[in-house]
C-alpha cells in the first residue's frame, strides 16, 4: 500500500511563500492525479490543487489560483505545491491525495500551514 509522505508546513506571514512536497513510497498503482487538499477547523476537506499524472494538465480552486502552483515529478513520484502570497484564510491543514482509479484514493497524513496576519 502507498504511503504518502508529506512535508513543508510551517508559520509564515501573510505574503509570504511555503512549498509544500508530497512523496509517494511503495507501490503506487495507478496513478490519474496527485493534488492537494485543505481543511479548516470543522469544516470538511476541500479541493485546492491536482495535476494530471499523465498529461500534466492542472487544475485549481478559484481561492488559489494565480498563487499557488502544483507541480509532479513523474520519476520521483513527487507533487509539491508552491504557495505565494499566502492569506491568513490559507490557515489550514494541508493533505496530499492521490486519485488512482475513478473508485480508489489515497491521502497523505496532513501538515499545517498557519499564516499569521
Known amino acids: 500500500q502507498v504511503q504518502l509522505v508529506e512535508t513543508g508546513g510551517g508559520l509564515v506571514q501573510a505574503g509570504g511563500s511555503l512549498t509544500l512536497a508530497c512523496a509517494a513510497a511503495?507501490?503506487?498503482?495507478?496513478?490519474?492525479?496527485m493534488g492537494w487538499f485543505r481543511q479548516f477547523p470543522g469544516k470538511e476537506r476541500e479541493f485546492v490543487a491536482r495535476?494530471?499524472?499523465?498529461?500534466?494538465?492542472?487544475y485549481y480552486a478559484d481561492s488559489v489560483k494565480g498563487r499557488f502552483t502544483v507541480s509532479r515529478d513523474k520519476i520521483k513520484n513527487t507533487v509539491t505545491l508552491q504557495m505565494n502570497s499566502l492569506k491568513p484564510e490559507d490557515t489550514a491543514v494541508y493533505y496530499c491525495?492521490?486519485?488512482?482509479?475513478?473508485?480508489?484514493?489515497?491521502w497523505g497524513q496532513g501538515t499545517q500551514v498557519s499564516v499569521s496576519s
Open positions: 491525495h492521490i486519485q488512482h482509479t475513478q473508485a480508489t484514493e489515497s
Open positions: 511503495g507501490p503506487t498503482g495507478d496513478l490519474l492525479t
Open positions: 495535476i494530471e499524472w499523465s498529461g500534466g494538465i492542472k
